[in-house]
């Protein structure tokens, strides 16, 4: 079973920058493609980054791309989300996904119901 904790949020002006991290437990982790997505307040859920299980394969957003980066250290058992030139509709609650059901895939899915594991969120709010 794979648990995530997502940690780095907080409150930044527009143009900040912001670092997020979601820790997991579980020595399989390296197996997963990871997610990042977003929900901000009276909207749906939506897709902001992903990687693959090795690294080498990233999907972005429109919205986010050029601006976030997605990494992942698999000997930390951590992914991060470093985001810059922050925009205010940026400001949601951001959390992080595992992919278990397809492991070792070259690629990562975009597409949240492809995710079957899910940390409790950060708040990111980004001020004007």
């Known amino acids: 079973q794979v648990q995530l904790v997502e940690s780095g949020g907080g409150l930044v ?3 900040g920058s912001l670092r997020l991290s979601c820790a997991a ?7 997963y493609a990871m997610g990042w997505f977003r ?5 749906e859920r939506e897709f902001a980054a992903a990687v693959s299980w090795r690294g080498d394969y990233t999907a972005y957003a429109d919205s986010v791309k050029g601006r ?6 698999n000997a930390k ?15 949601a609650v951001y959390f992080c996904a595992a992919d278990r059901r ?8 975009l597409n949240s119901e492809d995710y079957d ?3 409790q969120g950060t708040q990111v709010t980004v001020s004007s």
């Open 68 to 73: 976030f980066t997605i990494s992942r250290d």
């Open 13 to 15: 002006q527009a143009g």
């Open 39 to 43: 929900q901000a307040p009276g909207k």
């Open 102 to 109: 397809h492991p070792l895939t070259t690629v990562a899915s």
């Open 77 to 91: 058992n951590t992914v991060y989300l470093q985001m810059a030139s922050l925009k205010p509709e940026d400001t």
């Open 117 to 119: 594991y899910w940390g």
């Open 25 to 31: 437990s579980g020595r399989t982790f390296s197996l």
